[in-house]
C-alpha cells in the first residue's frame, strides 16, 4: 500500500512538473516597437494611399489597431519613461532627453525580470543608454548606443538574439528602437526617392521652398551645424518630405525582416508584438518643420498595432489611447500582476467592444504646454513664454481649443468661443493630475562630449 502511495506521489509530482513546463512553454514572448518620430497618418494600415506599408498592414490584418492613439509627451527620452513605467511625465519628472528617472521606478524591464522573462533592449539614442536615461533598468541583455544604428544595423543583432531565445527556455521582452524617422530622416536608396517625383532636382536654385521653411526652423536649428550639412544644398522641401516617408517604407521593409524570423523560428504565434511611436513629427503644420514641437495631431498622434495569442484579428478600436497605456495592457496578457502605481489601464476591454469615453492628457518637453484630448474636443494650455519655434510663439496664460471632428488641421482657436467647455476641461486636467498620487524626483544626467554631439546631431539644444 505504501509502494503504490509512493508511486501515485511520485507520478503526481511528474504531472505537476509537466503542467510547470507546459505553463513555462505557452508563456508569451513580449517585443515592443517604438518606431522614433513616426506619424500616426502615414503607411496602409492608417488609410494613407500613398506611403506603402505591406509588413505593417499585414500585421494590422493580423491583430488590433488603436486609430486614435497619443502620446503624453513628445520628447524621447520622456516619452520612453511613460511607456516602460506607466506614469504621466508630471510624476516620473523627465521633461527632457537629459533627464534621468529615478531608481525607485518600478520599469515593465524590472517587472517582468522579476516575474522569470529574459529582458533585452537595443536602442538607438546615447540618452537612451542606462547610465543617461536609467529607463532600461532592468534590462538583462542591452544593446547599447555608441553611434546611431539605421534599421538595418539595429536588425543585425535583434536577429541573431532571436535565433539564441529558439529553445524557449525562458519567454522573453524585447524593447527595439528604431530611429530611421527621426530628423536627419534615414531613407537609403530607392526608398530615399520613392515619393519625390522622377525626374525632378531638389537642388535646382529655382525651388525657394525650403528656404521658406528655413525661416520658420527654431534657431538652434538654423545654426545646427548638423542640420545644415543634412539640408545642404536641398532646395526643395517637398525633397525632404519624401525622404521621411521614405524612411517609413524602409522601417516597414525591416520590421518584416522581424517578423518573417519570428515565423521561422516558430516564435511568432506565441509572441505578443506591439508596434508603436513615442511621438509624431510635423512636416510644415502650423509652421512647424521636421520636429516634434507643440502638441498638434502630426506630433501627438501615433501609430500603435497591437497583435498577440487570443486578439481577434484585424480590429479596429476608435476609442482614445496613448503611451501610459501600454504597460499594463502587456503586463495582463503576461498574466502578470499590474503595479498600484501605473496610470494606465489594461486596453483589452475596448478591443472586446467596450465603448466608454475616455481623455488623453499630454505634456510638452519642458513642460510648456499641456494639453487635454476628448473624443471630440482638444484643450491645449500654454503655463510658460518660450521663444523655440518662430511661427508658433507658446505665451503663458494662452489657450487653445480645436473641435477635432470639424476642424482636423486644427486650425481655428474656439477658446473665446466657448468659454464653459475650457474650463470644463481644465477642471478634468487639473482632476488628473491631483488623482495621480504617485511621484519621483528626477535627476539631472552627466552627458559627455559624444552625447552632447549626438544630440545636436539630431536637432536637439544641449
Known amino acids: 500500500m505504501r509502494g503504490k502511495a509512493t508511486l501515485a506521489a ?5 504531472l505537476l512538473a509537466a503542467a510547470g513546463f507546459c505553463r513555462e512553454r505557452s508563456r508569451p514572448n513580449i517585443i515592443v516597437i517604438t518606431a522614433d518620430a513616426m506619424r500616426a497618418d502615414m503607411g496602409g494600415f492608417s488609410g494613407d494611399g500613398e506611403v506603402k506599408t505591406p509588413h505593417l498592414d499585414a500585421l494590422a490584418g493580423q491583430g488590433v489597431v488603436f486609430e486614435r492613439a497619443y502620446t503624453n509627451i513628445t520628447t524621447t527620452t520622456p516619452s520612453h519613461a511613460t511607456i516602460f513605467s506607466s506614469l504621466y511625465p508630471f510624476q516620473h519628472r523627465a521633461y527632457s532627453n537629459k533627464a534621468r528617472i529615478s531608481d525607485r521606478i518600478d520599469t515593465l524591464f524590472e517587472i517582468m525580470r522579476g516575474a522569470g522573462w529574459h529582458t533585452a533592449a537595443i536602442v538607438n539614442m546615447r540618452w537612451l543608454n542606462p547610465e543617461v536615461s536609467n529607463i ?3 534590462v538583462e541583455e542591452l544593446a547599447r548606443c555608441r553611434h546611431v544604428r539605421g534599421a538595418a544595423a539595429t536588425n543585425r543583432w535583434v536577429l541573431p538574439f532571436l535565433d539564441r531565445q529558439r529553445d524557449g527556455k525562458k519567454p ?9 524617422t527621426h530628423t536627419p530622416y534615414r531613407a537609403p ?5 520613392r515619393y519625390y517625383p ?4 531638389p537642388r535646382d536654385p529655382r525651388f525657394t521652398s525650403l528656404a521658406e521653411a528655413w525661416k520658420q526652423f527654431p534657431a538652434h536649428h538654423r545654426d545646427n551645424e548638423f542640420i545644415k550639412r543634412w539640408l545642404g544644398g536641398i532646395t526643395d522641401v517637398d525633397y525632404v518630405i519624401g525622404t521621411n516617408k521614405g524612411s517609413v517604407s524602409w522601417l516597414d521593409e525591416n520590421v518584416g525582416r522581424l517578423i518573417a524570423r519570428l515565423r521561422k523560428n516558430g516564435q511568432w504565434d506565441n509572441t505578443i508584438f506591439l508596434f508603436t511611436a513615442d511621438h509624431g513629427e510635423s512636416l510644415g503644420e502650423h509652421g ?3 520636429l516634434h514641437g507643440g502638441l498638434f495631431e502630426p506630433t501627438a498622434r501615433i501609430p500603435m498595432i497591437l497583435k498577440a495569442p487570443g486578439l481577434p484579428a484585424g480590429r479596429r478600436v476608435e476609442t482614445l489611447v496613448s503611451l501610459v497605456d501600454v504597460m499594463p495592457t502587456l503586463l495582463k496578457m503576461a498574466a502578470v500582476p499590474v503595479p498600484a502605481a501605473a496610470q494606465g489601464e489594461d486596453l483589452r476591454p475596448l478591443i472586446d467592444g467596450d465603448v466608454r469615453q475616455r481623455v488623453v492628457f499630454m505634456e510638452h518637453a519642458g513642460a510648456y504646454l499641456r494639453a487635454l484630448v476628448t473624443p471630440s474636443y482638444k484643450l491645449i494650455v500654454h503655463r510658460r513664454t518660450r521663444n523655440i519655434y518662430p511661427a508658433y510663439p507658446i505665451r503663458k496664460g494662452r489657450v487653445e481649443l480645436y473641435d477635432l471632428a470639424a476642424d482636423a488641421g486644427e486650425g481655428k482657436n474656439l477658446a473665446d468661443e466657448k468659454p464653459k467647455l475650457v474650463a470644463r476641461l481644465r477642471k478634468l486636467m487639473g482632476e488628473i ?4 498620487k504617485v511621484s519621483f524626483s528626477a535627476g539631472d544626467a552627466e552627458l559627455d562630449d559624444q552625447t552632447r554631439a549626438m544630440l545636436r546631431s539630431l536637432g536637439y539644444t544641449e
Not at 189 to 193: D, E, L, Q, S, T
Not at 198 to 201: E, F, K, L, M, S
Open 189 to 193: 536608396g530607392k526608398y530615399a526617392r
Open 172 to 180: 522573453f521582452l524585447l524593447w527595439v528602437h528604431y530611429v530611421d
Open 10 to 14: 511520485g507520478l503526481s509530482l511528474t
Open 136 to 138: 532600461v533598468q532592468g
Open 198 to 201: 522622377a525626374g525632378r532636382d
Open 288 to 290: 512647424l518643420w521636421f
Open 433 to 436: 493630475r491631483r488623482g495621480a
